[in-house]
């Protein structure tokens, strides 16, 4: 069986409040985009993982697909060992979501193709045990997101009307090193509100906490966010902690549209 989990971008991001579990209260909106990984799930197996395309670093045991796996054997002794391969193509550690995407779509595969029984609330219990978008990825529709990320609220978000740009500059930043630079505070409005306004007002609008924490130490990534909007970007942002971005632009007017950087660029 294969199935190609989709990234993420994040509209908006407010850290709100440090928590006592050393994790941060925060507010964002999470929106699904069809760049992929391609996830091969093959039964019966002996509970090998190979990977292709982008490399995953660390060791693999480690992998967020092999993970998931054994997240489940813990609750279902029977569940029999699968071989895995996943083809990489979203950009790693870049602020879309593909790792967590991939233990998503790894929990739903194994609870479908050994019916398993396992409802979406549980799904989203386990995949909050995996990662703090992972949740987002059992929703996989617009959400307005709280808590970690997990508690999701769904919002009615329809940007089909739109083309994306994502620009992938290859700089890796570590999500808690990008938390420790932001100062905790509730927010003027409430991203629940400002995301329910037209697009063209977001600019002025809805904004990433990551941006103003990171932008110091990488100041090249300013300047992406300036030659998306230079090229005709109604909205253009960092996705989550970084260092992918996001430009959304008229539809179908993106196809001539020259991001000179040197940098990954995703045309969607
Ligand atoms: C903050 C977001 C916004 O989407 O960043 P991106 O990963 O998208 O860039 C995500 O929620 C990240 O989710 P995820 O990448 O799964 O983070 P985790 O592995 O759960 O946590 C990595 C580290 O980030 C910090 N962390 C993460 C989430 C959160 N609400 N508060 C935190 O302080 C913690 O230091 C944690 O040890
Ligand atoms: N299947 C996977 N794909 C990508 N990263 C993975 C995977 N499994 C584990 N990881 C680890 O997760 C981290 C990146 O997760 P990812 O979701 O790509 O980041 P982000 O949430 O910033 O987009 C890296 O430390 C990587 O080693």
Same mark, same amino acid.
């Given at each position: 069986?294969?199935?190609? =989990?989709?990234?993420?971008? #994040?509209?908006?991001?407010?850290?709100?409040?440090? %928590? =006592?579990?050393?994790?941060?209260?925060?507010?964002?909106?999470?929106?699904?985009?069809?760049?992929?990984?391609?996830? &091969?799930?093959?039964?019966?197996?002996? /509970?090998?993982?190979?990977? +292709?395309?982008?490399?995953? =670093?660390?060791?693999?045991?480690?992998?967020?697909?092999?993970?998931?796996?054994?997240?489940?054997? @813990?609750?279902? !002794?029977?569940?029999? &060992?699968?071989?895995?391969?996943?083809?990489?193509?979203?950009?790693?550690?870049?602020?879309?979501?593909?790792?967590?995407?991939?233990?998503?779509? *790894?929990?739903?595969?194994?609870?479908? %193709?050994?019916?398993?029984?396992?409802?979406?609330?549980? /799904?989203?219990?386990? !995949?909050?045990?995996?990662? +703090?978008?992972?949740?987002?990825?059992?929703?996989?529709?617009?959400?307005?997101?709280?808590?970690?990320?997990?508690?999701?609220?769904?919002? #009615?978000?329809?940007?089909? +009307?739109?083309?994306?740009?994502?620009?992938?500059?290859?700089?890796?930043?570590?999500?808690?090193?990008? $938390?420790?630079?932001?100062?905790?505070?509730?927010?003027?409005?409430?991203? %629940?509100?400002?995301?329910?306004?037209?697009? &063209? @007002?977001?600019? &002025?609008?809805?904004?990433?906490?990551?941006?103003?924490?990171?932008? =110091?130490?990488?100041?090249?990534?300013?300047?992406?966010?300036?030659?998306?909007?230079?090229?005709?970007?109604?909205?253009? !942002?960092? +996705?989550?902690?970084?260092?992918?971005?996001?430009?959304? $632009?008229?539809?179908?007017?993106?196809?001539?549209?020259?991001?000179?950087?040197?940098?990954?660029? $995703? *045309?969607?």
């Amino acid at each position: 069986m294969i199935v190609f =989990p989709n990234c993420k971008i #994040n509209l908006g991001l407010h850290v709100v409040s440090k %928590r =006592p579990d050393g994790f941060h209260e925060l507010e964002t909106v999470f929106y699904p985009l069809p760049l992929t990984d391609a996830l &091969e799930v093959i039964s019966p197996g002996s /509970l090998s993982f190979t990977t +292709s395309g982008i490399a995953v =670093p660390g060791n693999s045991a480690d992998n967020l697909c092999l993970k998931a796996w054994r997240l489940l054997k @813990q609750d279902f !002794a029977d569940l029999p &060992e699968v071989d895995i391969h996943l083809h990489k193509h979203i950009p790693i550690g870049a602020g879309l979501g593909g790792g967590s995407s991939d233990a998503a779509f *790894m929990l739903q595969t194994l609870n479908n %193709r050994f019916q398993l029984g396992i409802s979406k609330e549980q /799904l989203i219990t386990y !995949a909050a045990a995996l990662g +703090s978008d992972c949740p987002f990825f059992i929703e996989n529709k617009a959400v307005y997101a709280t808590g970690r990320g997990e508690i999701m609220t769904p919002v #009615n978000l329809d940007l089909s +009307s739109w083309s994306f740009v994502l620009v992938y500059p290859g700089i890796h930043i570590n999500t808690g090193w990008a $938390f420790s630079r932001i100062t905790p505070k509730v927010p003027v409005l409430s991203l %629940r509100d400002s995301i329910a306004q037209p697009v &063209e @007002q977001w600019r &002025e609008i809805i904004s990433n906490d990551f941006e103003a924490a990171v932008f =110091p130490a990488h100041p090249e990534l300013a300047e992406i966010k300036d030659t998306l909007y230079a090229a005709g970007a109604v909205y253009a !942002a960092m +996705s989550g902690s970084g260092s992918a971005f996001v430009g959304i $632009f008229p539809k179908n007017s993106i196809a001539g549209i020259d991001i000179n950087t040197g940098y990954k660029v $995703f *045309m969607l």
